[in-house]
Structure formats: C-alpha cells, structure tokens
C-alpha cells in the first residue's frame, strides 16, 4: 500500500479488501460468465436478432470484456497469474493478445514515467525529435487525435498501425516470445473467426471492421484523458466523475488516479475507496478532475485538449 496514505486511510482499504466480495471476487466471476455467455449466445442467436441487432450487442460486450481482460492482468479473480492469463486470453476482440497487453500495462504502471514518451508504454505525447521528424500530414493526424471526435474516429487506426510496425520489427528480429506469442493468438482467432462463419450470419470482415474496431474505438474513449503530463507523477492521473453507463462499460477504471495508486484493488471497490476520501484523491491529483466523458465531448469534441509534443520530455 502507498507510504503516503496515513493508518486511517490504510485501514478503510484493507477493510475493502477483507469484505466477503473481495475475498470471493464473485463480481469478476459474474462478469466472466456473463462476457463469455453473451458472447457465445450473441453469435449463435444472430440469425434471429439480425445483423445489426447483433452488431449494436456485441460492440458494448467487447468493450466489456477488454475491461475484462484488464482486471485479469492485474490479479483478479485469481492470484495464479497462468490462470488468469487463460481466463483472458479469448481472443473475442481480436487486435491485442492478452500476453502483449498484460505486459505492455504493467510497465505502464510505473507512474515515475507516466505519460514520458519512449518510457510509459501507453504515452500519447511525442518527443521534441518524433515530433520534427514527423511530416505535415502525421502532425495533423495527431492534432485530430487531441480532439475527441478524432479519438473516436482514427484513435484505433492509429493505435492498430503502430502496433503492426512494432510487432512486425519484433517478428523481424527473430525474438522467440514475439513468434510464440502471435502463433497461438493467431491460431485462436482463426478459430473464433471460423467459429463465427459457421454459425452465424456476421460475415468475418463485417466482425473484424465493424464490430471490433468500433469497440476499440470506444475504449479509446476512456483513455483519451486519462494522464496528462506534470513536474509531479502523482498529478498526472486523471479522476472522471463518470456516468454509470461508462462506468460499467469501463468497470469503473475512471476513477483512475485510485487504480493507480492501488492497482490490486477490485473494480467494484474503486468507487467506495473514491467517495470515502473524495477531497483527499482530488487533492492529490492536483485538481486533476473531470466531471464526465460529457464535459470532454462538450469542450473538447473538435478542440485538441493539449499538445501532441511532450512539454518537458
């Protein structure tokens, strides 16, 4: 637990954690079921809902479950790393294995290099040399992607394109982990894809363009301003007074700077440790607070909300 949190504050969270739900993590397991049952029932019942009603379910249930995938990489419901991992490594979203976000996540969670290009894994700032060596054309796009309609609409391509370039240079170089890691979640997808030609009326392009980059598309929302560049880390993380529905779809990871500082708490204790200190949290991100993805849709849906280009890396 953080050394900054005084004996009061240390005990409300291990009382968090001591309750009956912590200790079952019944919520995870719920939602596991609940993810991998829609998912299965959305596909084989798609002749019946139809094309689109099918296509308008599975897009939220996708984004649930990348939430999903991201409370498994931090230990829940299980302390076995292996069987979390196998727990999440469906491949239902297509674009990230879980080994490759897992371990991408972690390293963003070193919170002395939060938003530090080259060194937070999840940056969405460029350096003073990316940022002049880039073109006319590369520097508009970013700009658009500081606006949140451009988030929504070139946030996933963007991201997709710099995956493939890095992993593509991994695979590349030869580096063992890499091929391991993209055969078997290749193998999976294939799988899941054939899977869906099978039995059920979603043509395999209309998932792949129209169901799963909408998703990511969406989740790209969350994390448009979640960390903002500071002197000081720990006011660099963002506290997003959501509304429910973001919150569920987002499993309350808007309360962001709360999972930072305490990352092995459960989702569905983040807004309790939140609201019991409320001023406290607010005070230590510096002020750093959002009042809903509405005000940033209001205020920032065409206006870039801050520079591509780091201010001080």
Do not use: C
């Amino acid at each position: 637990m953080p050394h900054y949190f005084d004996s009061a504050h240390r005990e409300e969270i291990d009382t968090l954690r001591q309750r009956l739900t912590a200790r079952t993590e019944w919520p995870t397991w719920l939602l596991l079921i609940g993810v991998y049952g829609g998912w299965f029932s959305l596909v084989l019942t798609s002749d019946r809902l139809g094309l689109w009603w099918s296509t308008a379910l599975l897009i939220p249930l996708l984004v649930l479950w990348l939430s999903v995938q991201h409370e498994l990489l931090h230990g829940h419901p299980t302390r076995w790393t292996t069987l979390n991992k196998i727990l999440g490594y469906a491949p239902f979203a297509v674009w990230y294995p879980y080994t490759l976000y897992r371990d991408s996540h972690l390293l963003h969670h070193h919170d002395e290099d939060l938003t530090v290009p080259g060194r937070d894994p999840e940056s969405r700032y460029l350096s003073v040399e990316q940022w002049q060596g880039s073109s006319l054309f590369e520097q508009g796009l970013h700009w658009l992607n500081k606006t949140v309609i451009g988030r929504f609409m070139i946030g996933a391509p963007l991201a997709l394109l710099a995956l493939a370039k890095e992993q593509l240079q991994r695979l590349i170089n030869g580096e063992r982990q890499a091929w391991l890691m993209w055969l078997t979640h290749g193998a999976l997808t294939l799988l899941m894809l054939a899977f869906i030609a099978r039995y059920s009326v979603l043509p395999v392009w209309h998932y792949l363009l129209l169901i799963s980059v909408p998703a990511l598309s969406i989740a790209m929302i969350r994390s448009y301003y979640e960390h903002r560049p500071h002197a000081r880390f720990e006011q660099r993380t963002v506290l997003n007074e959501a509304a429910w529905p973001w919150r569920w779809l987002f499993l309350n990871l808007n309360f962001h700077l709360v999972h930072h500082d305490l990352p092995g708490l459960a989702w569905y204790d983040l807004p309790r440790a939140y609201h019991a200190r409320r001023e406290q949290w607010i005070a230590r991100s510096g002020g750093f607070l959002v009042r809903g993805y509405g005000q940033l849709w209001r205020e920032n849906g065409v206006k870039a909300i801050d520079s591509p280009q780091h201010p001080f890396h």
